[in-house]
C-alpha cells in the first residue's frame, strides 16, 4: 500500500508546499518545530482543507482540488494517534478500545486479543485511563486506534509528551506496530534517534518544503543530508545480528563486514537489529590499527568525501553491505588522502552505542 502526497496550502507567513511518497512501512516527517509536519498528517486526515492538493491511499482518492473531491474524515478510515493519548477518562481500557472497533467496516476488525497481545496492554484491560503511566495510555491510544482497522496510521509524535523512561518502554512496542502489521504509518518526530530506530522511509521538511526524501539508511548515510539533521546527530544505521553473548557482558554481533562487540543487548541470539552509528563516534585508519582498546574494526572502502566550509570532513563508507558515516577534519581526512576508493578501516568503540540506538530490524 503507498501513500501519495501533494499539497500546497497558505497560512500568514507560511506556506506549505509537499509532495512525497510514503511506501508500506513507518514514513518518518521529521524537521524542525513549525517545519510544517504537523500540518501535512492534518490535511492527509481532513482536519485542514488544503488550498491545492492531491491525497490517495493506494487507488482511494481521499482529496483532489482538481475534481473538488474532499472525503470527509469519517469516511477515510485513517487513524490519529496525537501527542496526548486523548481516552475517555470514564472508560476502562477494554472500554475505550472497544470503542475504537466500532469504526471498523462490519467484517473487517480487528481481534481485540492480538492488539492487546502485541501492545502488552492485557494486564491494563480493567484500569481507567487516570491510573495509567504516559506510555501506559499511548499504547493503550494505538491499539484504540488499530482496531478501527484504519487504512493508515497518523502519529504526530506520540513520544513528545514522555519521559526518557517512557520513551525506551513505548519504543518496542511501535517496532512491533511496524513489523506486525500491514497498515502504513506517517510518523512526525523532530528526534533523530526515534527516526534512525522505527523508520523505513525519511521525508526531511524544513520551512513548509520536502528537503530530502527516501530509505532511511539510505538517507542518514548521505554526507549532503547530513548538515539538515544537525552534524551532532549525523550518523547511519546498519543491520546486524546477535551471534553470542560473551562472559564479560558484551554481547558479538555479525553485521555484513565483520564482527563487532556492544554492551549487553537483552535480545534472543539470532536476532536482527538496527544499529546506529554517530558519524562522530567513528575514526577512521588507512592501515589496521594495532593496540587499540576500541574492540570493533571494520574494514570498508570510501564512496564519498564531503568538505565542509568550515574545518570538518563528512566521508561516506561502504562497510560489507552497508553505508556508514563519519565525521572527520578536513586535515585528517588530507593527511589520510581519503578520496572515492580508498580501502580503510572504520573504528568504532563498544560503548560509544547507546541502548537508545539499537532497535528491532523488522522483516
Request: net charge positive.
Given at each position: 500500500?503507498?501513500?501519495?502526497?501533494?499539497?500546497?496550502?497558505?497560512?500568514?507567513?507560511?506556506?506549505?508546499?509537499?509532495?512525497?511518497?510514503?511506501?508500506?512501512?513507518?514514513?518518518?516527517?521529521?524537521?524542525?518545530?513549525?517545519?510544517?509536519?504537523?500540518?501535512?498528517?492534518?490535511?492527509?486526515?481532513?482536519?485542514?482543507?488544503?488550498?491545492?492538493?492531491?491525497?490517495?491511499?493506494?487507488?482511494?482518492?481521499?482529496?483532489?482540488?482538481?475534481?473538488?473531491?474532499?472525503?470527509?474524515?469519517?469516511?477515510?478510515?485513517?487513524?490519529?494517534?496525537?501527542?496526548?493519548?486523548?481516552?475517555?477518562p470514564h472508560l476502562s481500557v477494554r472500554?475505550?478500545?472497544?470503542?475504537?472497533?466500532?469504526?471498523?467496516?462490519?467484517?473487517?476488525?480487528?481481534?481485540?486479543?492480538?492488539?492487546?497481545?502485541?501492545?502488552?496492554?492485557?494486564?491494563?484491560?480493567?484500569?481507567?485511563?487516570?491510573?495509567?503511566?504516559?506510555?501506559?495510555?499511548?499504547?493503550?491510544?494505538?491499539?484504540?486506534?488499530?482496531?478501527?482497522?484504519?487504512?493508515?496510521?497518523?502519529?504526530?509524535?506520540?513520544?513528545?509528551?514522555?519521559?526518557?523512561?517512557?520513551?525506551?518502554?513505548?519504543?518496542?512496542?511501535?517496532?512491533?506496530?511496524?513489523?506486525?502489521?500491514?497498515?502504513?504509518?506517517?510518523?512526525?518526530?523532530?528526534?533523530?534517534a526515534e527516526v534512525a530506530r522505527l523508520?523505513?522511509?525519511?521525508?526531511?521538511?524544513?520551512?513548509?518544503?520536502?528537503?530530502?526524501?527516501?530509505?532511511?539508511?539510505?538517507?542518514?548515510?548521505?554526507?549532503?543530508?547530513?548538515?539538515?539533521?544537525?552534524?551532532?546527530?549525523?550518523?547511519?544505521?546498519?543491520?546486524?545480528?546477535?551471534?553470542?553473548?560473551?562472559?564479560?557482558?558484551?554481547?558479538?554481533?555479525?553485521?555484513?563486514?565483520?564482527?563487532?562487540?556492544?554492551?549487553?543487548?537483552?535480545?534472543?541470539?539470532?536476532?536482527?537489529?538496527?544499529?546506529?552509528?554517530?558519524?562522530?563516534?567513528?575514526?577512521?585508519?588507512?592501515?589496521?590499527?594495532?593496540?587499540?582498546?576500541?574492540?570493533?574494526?571494520?574494514?570498508?572502502?570510501?564512496?564519498?568525501?564531503?568538505?565542509?566550509?568550515?574545518?570538518?570532513?563528512?566521508?561516506?563508507?561502504?562497510?560489507?553491505?552497508?553505508?556508514?558515516?563519519?565525521?572527520?577534519?578536513?586535515?585528517?581526512?588530507?593527511?589520510?588522502?581519503?578520496?572515492?576508493?580508498?580501502?580503510?578501516?572504520?573504528?568504532?568503540?563498544?560503548?560509544?552505542?547507546?541502548?537508545?540506538?539499537?532497535?528491532?530490524?523488522?522483516?
Open positions: 500500500m503507498t501513500v501519495s502526497v501533494q499539497l500546497k496550502h497558505a497560512f500568514a507567513g507560511f506556506t506549505l508546499d509537499v509532495a512525497f511518497e510514503a511506501p508500506a512501512g513507518v514514513t518518518a516527517l521529521f524537521g524542525r518545530s513549525g517545519s510544517g509536519k504537523t500540518t501535512v498528517i492534518n490535511a492527509v486526515s481532513g482536519l485542514l482543507r488544503p488550498d491545492q492538493g492531491r491525497v490517495a491511499v493506494d487507488d482511494l482518492l481521499l482529496f483532489d482540488s482538481a475534481t473538488r473531491r474532499n472525503l470527509p474524515v469519517h469516511r477515510r478510515r485513517l487513524g490519529y494517534v496525537f501527542q496526548e493519548a486523548r481516552l475517555f472500554q475505550n478500545l472497544l470503542y475504537g472497533r466500532r469504526f471498523a467496516p462490519k467484517g473487517d476488525g480487528v481481534a481485540l486479543e492480538r492488539v492487546v497481545e502485541m501492545l502488552g496492554i492485557g494486564p491494563l484491560l480493567p484500569r481507567r485511563p487516570g491510573a495509567l503511566s504516559g506510555g501506559e495510555k499511548q499504547r493503550v491510544a494505538i491499539g484504540r486506534a488499530l482496531l478501527a482497522r484504519p487504512r493508515l496510521l497518523l502519529m504526530d509524535e506520540p513520544l513528545a509528551a514522555l519521559d526518557e523512561a517512557r520513551k525506551a518502554e513505548i519504543l518496542p512496542y511501535l517496532e512491533r506496530l511496524r513489523d506486525q502489521t500491514d497498515i502504513p504509518i506517517l510518523y512526525v518526530s523532530h528526534s533523530m523508520a523505513t522511509t525519511l521525508v526531511v521538511m524544513e520551512a513548509g518544503r520536502v528537503l530530502r526524501a527516501g530509505p532511511t539508511n539510505a538517507l542518514l548515510s548521505a554526507p549532503e543530508a547530513a548538515q539538515g539533521f544537525g552534524l551532532r546527530e549525523a550518523g547511519a544505521v546498519i543491520i546486524a545480528r546477535i551471534a553470542a553473548q560473551e562472559e564479560d557482558g558484551l554481547t558479538r554481533l555479525e553485521t555484513s563486514a565483520g564482527a563487532i562487540l556492544l554492551p549487553r543487548v537483552e535480545a534472543p541470539l539470532g536476532s536482527t537489529l538496527r544499529i546506529r552509528i554517530h558519524a562522530h563516534d567513528v575514526i577512521l585508519s588507512r592501515t589496521r590499527p594495532q593496540g587499540l582498546s576500541a574492540l570493533n574494526i571494520l574494514p570498508a572502502v570510501v564512496t564519498e568525501v564531503r568538505l565542509g566550509d568550515g574545518p570538518g570532513a563528512l566521508v561516506q563508507l561502504r562497510a560489507g553491505d552497508d553505508l556508514m558515516l563519519a565525521r572527520v577534519t578536513r586535515r585528517s581526512a588530507q593527511a589520510l588522502d581519503l578520496r572515492a576508493g580508498s580501502d580503510c578501516f572504520a573504528i568504532v568503540k563498544s560503548v560509544s552505542v547507546s541502548r537508545d540506538d539499537i532497535g528491532a530490524a523488522g522483516v
